[in-house]
């Protein structure tokens, strides 16, 4: 066989893989919509007060709430990289009640952690995907660091060069590593319980690099307490015009955004996913609530609720061949 038969079989393969696992992501349902309106619709967010996953989760949840005239509540189960809400949620009532806002450290961690007391790919069904966001760089005002050679040079130093993420597992982690790997340099990744708290430590100088959203870092930088000097996008945001992205400063090809989403538990009806995905679509066509989330950096994206199941399967393959590669486990 020749190699490049190889390559279309290994092809072909990997979409049939993604095409399985987009199905468990996507079930079919018969029951009509069961969603209770006479309770509130409760947003279970993955990560703390303060970071990009609970900014937008809460932006949304006004929005919706100002819309429908139901009320949403908030919630933040922290810990574990998301796993321990999504946990919870996978454990809810599938009354369309509950909906998990994830981001793409959801499709990472099933790599990551050993142990998951939840099937990442069966207990959940995808309701929608809001958009995409980079990551940046930070470091304390008063840092030495102003780009990403800077970093990178004390990094080759006899000792590595301190990094916290927005915990194991999350894209910012896997872009620190990622970046270690391509630069043949080496840095101690330090976990934080979000974006939130490590943008914090790195204003109060506890760090002194982190690779956070740029959602995240957005009112921190607006106030003058933390620099970015990289994004992890392929091409500038829009919104930091002035810090060049890790692939202008060197590292040829560095790309690494991540998506932010809903899910529901597994057994909620389709009549119900489709309710919210339909509420959210029209929700972002309101232009405060476009301008808002792009000023915060996301992209906007308009994806069907079998589409986003799609991508997440697919991510799922994607991240599973990095987290190898780059020897990324934890217990």
């Known amino acids: 066989m020749s190699m490049t038969q190889l390559l279309q079989k290994r092809k072909g393969l990997v979409l049939a893989a993604a095409a399985l696992l987009a199905a468990g992501l996507w079930q079919a349902g018969t029951g009509m919509a069961s969603l209770r309106k006479d309770r509130p619709l409760t947003i279970v967010v993955t990560f703390p007060p303060g ?44 009354d369309g009640n509950t909906l998990l806002m994830v981001n793409s450290a959801f499709a990472i961690n099933p790599s990551v952690y ?39 040079e004390q990094a080759r130093a006899p000792q590595p060069l301190i990094f916290a993420s927005c915990g194991n597992g999350t894209p910012q982690h896997l872009a620190g590593e990622m970046l270690a790997q391509a630069t043949e340099t080496a840095w101690q990744h ?8 490590a943008i914090t430590a790195v204003a109060a100088g506890q760090v002194p690099l982190a690779v956070v959203t740029a959602s995240s870092a ?3 930088l607006a ?44 057994g909620t009806p389709d009549a119900t996913v489709q309710h919210w995905h339909q509420a959210l679509a029209q929700l972002l066509t309101e232009p ?16 069907s609720a079998p589409e986003f199941a799609a991508l997440i399967a697919a991510d799922m393959q994607r991240y599973a061949a990095s987290a190898r590669a780059l020897g990324l486990q934890v217990d």
């Open 51 to 94: 970071g990009g996953t609970d900014l937008l989760a809460r932006k949304l949840g006004a929005a919706l709430q100002a819309r429908t005239g139901q009320v949403v509540v908030v919630e933040n189960r922290p810990g574990a990289s998301g796993n321990i809400g999504a946990r919870e949620v996978a454990q809810a009532a599938a």
């Open 223 to 266: 106030a003058g307490r933390v620099r970015a000097i990289a994004t992890t996008a392929a091409a500038r945001v829009g919104q930091l015009p002035e810090v060049p992205t890790v692939a202008e400063q060197g590292v040829a090809g560095f790309a690494l955004e991540q998506w932010h989403g809903l899910l529901a538990p597994a």
């Open 114 to 152: 050993r142990q998951l007391d939840f099937d990442p790919r069966k207990d959940f069904k995808a309701v929608f995907n809001v958009g995409t966001i980079a990551s940046v760089l930070v470091v304390p005002q008063a840092s030495s660091l102003h780009k990403l050679a800077d970093a990178l």
């Open 190 to 197: 330090v976990p934080y319980k979000g974006c939130g708290p």
């Open 288 to 303: 405060a609530l476009q301008a808002g989330l792009q000023a915060q950096g996301y992209t906007l994206v308009q994806q």
């Open 218 to 220: 957005a009112p921190l």
